[in-house]
């Protein structure tokens, strides 16, 4: 099956790296113009100015929406795919081993960066022809197993799941579809941030530590991979996926089943 997305545009968070720069690439095969929005300025410059002149670089903090909104104002984006996200660096279990405090952060950019991103792009998505236009929230299993790992960020991620449904209705009168994406175990910085953060990181390397997670969790006992979550957004913004809305594409290695 190919799938070309010629002449149309889509906006990723967190561009710059890991499952939003494999998001980012698969875009660009697909033949679509990218929008990369990170808080990277840096490496979004090298991925530009490696591209054919179909990336530009949209230095942002998703966690600020006066500047989003504004550099978001008059775009095209016919996809947008929310991929950002920080965790906090710490472990929870049990939760009160954090403060209040620590979920702030996380709050505002893991879901609050999503929302302001939502916000920011309606105006472009909402503009010209919407049949063909479609969002993309990237949420976790983090979000529908009650992960005790980092309580701000579970939190964070079931709550996209639930602004996505709402979305997804609010939007489908105007054709656009809206979903979420739900990794499993990733090789990136954020998921090697959280073997750091663990009582495991003094006594096990990390591929140690995810080798026995990963068997432990999930029927597959495999990596994912950054590309598979490239594949699936195009899938989600083509026509083919022209019936899906509302969802939760769990690709997890069987981590999450759905009734
Ligand atoms: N890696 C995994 O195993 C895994 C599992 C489940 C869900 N996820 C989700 O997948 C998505 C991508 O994560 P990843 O693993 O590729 O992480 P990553 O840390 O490799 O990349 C995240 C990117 O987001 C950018 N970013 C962070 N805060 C930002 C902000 N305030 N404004 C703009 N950009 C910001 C970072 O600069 C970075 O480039 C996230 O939503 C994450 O929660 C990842």
New binding site residues.
């Given amino acids: 099956m190919k799938i070309s997305l010629e002449g149309q545009t889509a906006l990723v ?2 561009a ?5 720069l494999a998001i980012a690439r698969a875009f660009l095969e697909a033949g679509a113009s990218v929008l990369a ?4 300025a840096a ?1 979004l410059e090298a991925i530009a100015s490696a591209a054919d002149g179909r990336v530009q670089a949209m230095p ?4 600020d929406y006066g500047p989003l909104s504004e550099a978001l104002a008059d775009r095209r984006i016919d996809h947008l795919v929310c ?4 965790g906090s660096g710490k472990t929870g279990f049990p939760f009160w081993r954090m403060e209040p405090a620590d979920w702030d952060r996380v709050l505002g ?2 879901l609050m ?1 999503v929302v302001n991103t939502v916000h920011a792009s309606v105006p472009a998505l909402l503009a010209g022809e919407t049949e063909r236009k479609s969002v993309l929230l ?1 949420s ?3 979000g529908q197993i009650g992960s005790p790992t980092d309580p701000p960020y579970s939190a964070a ?1 079931a709550a996209l799941i639930s602004f996505a449904q709402v979305a997804a209705k609010d939007l489908a009168p105007h054709g656009i579809r809206v979903n979420a994406l739900s ?4 090789r ?4 090697r941030s959280v073997h750091a953060a663990s009582a495991e990181a003094g006594s096990t390397d990390y591929e140690e530590w995810a080798r026995e997670k990963i068997r432990r969790v999930a029927p597959l006992a495999r990596w994912q991979e ?1 590309e598979e979550f490239g594949a699936m957004s195009v899938y989600l913004a083509s026509d083919h996926a022209r019936n899906i809305t509302g969802q939760t594409l769990n690709i997890d290695g069987g981590q999450v089943m759905h009734a």
């Avoid at 710059?16 to 939003?20: D, K, M, T, Y």
């Avoid at 942002?60 to 966690?63: I, K, S, Y």
């Avoid at 990136?188 to 998921?191: G, K, M, R, S, V």
């Fill in positions: 968070t967190g710059a790296r890991g499952i939003g929005l990170d808080r990277d490496a942002l903090d998703v966690a991929a950002a996200a920080v950019v893991t960066g990237v976790s299993v983090a991620k990794p499993g175990m990733v990136t910085d954020l998921n950054p």
